[in-house]
């Protein structure tokens, strides 16, 4: 059998598992670049770029949260629709530690522990989402329907 040329992450073994179809894409990976740099690189909106964002609550407990690449998540919409006092971004240390990846490629998907995911509901009327692969410079493409796995929890969080 063939090696495959994109890298066998724990989230690429997830997607496995769970028979999820997906297209791997390698792009080169710009430190600081975020979501506009594999847009650029695929010829796709930003906005079906999606970027796992690893957040802390006030209890110091992990959660994961799914946004548009081109939009930002309001940490204090978030905790007011979670009936929580404060929402942070995770340190990417503390970050790692809970998913054994690094920041930039954080995927979902095969995390260390089971966080629990958001994902703002916009996300699932577009046709494709490009999601971490669980590697720097790699994306998955995958039918938003296919985060089912994750038992997310859609919220409306978005902003400019």
């Given amino acids: 059998m063939a090696k495959p040329d994109y890298p066998i992450t724990p989230a690429i073994r997830f997607l496995r598992e769970h028979n999820i179809a997906f297209e791997p894409k390698l792009y080169p990976y710009v430190e600081h670049g975020g979501t506009a740099v594999p847009a650029q690189h695929f010829g796709v909106d930003e906005h079906a ?4 964002i690893v957040l802390e609550n006030d209890k110091k407990q992990g959660l994961i949260c ?6 930002h998540i309001s940490t204090r919409n978030l905790a007011r ?4 006092k404060h929402i942070e971004p ?13 920041v930039g490629g954080t995927s979902p998907f095969g995390t260390k522990t089971a966080l629990p995911v958001y994902v703002e509901e916009s996300i699932y009327a577009l046709p494709t989402i490009y999601v971490n692969g669980g590697k720097r410079g790699f994306l998955v493409a995958i039918a938003p329907q296919d985060l089912a796995p994750l038992n997310p929890t859609s919220v409306h969080v978005a902003t400019e």
């Fill in 81 to 84: 629709e979670l009936g929580m």
């Fill in 49 to 52: 770029v999606v970027k796992t």
């Fill in 66 to 71: 799914i946004m548009h690449g081109d939009k």
């Fill in 90 to 102: 995770a340190q990417p240390n503390q970050a790692n530690k809970w998913t054994g990846y690094l």
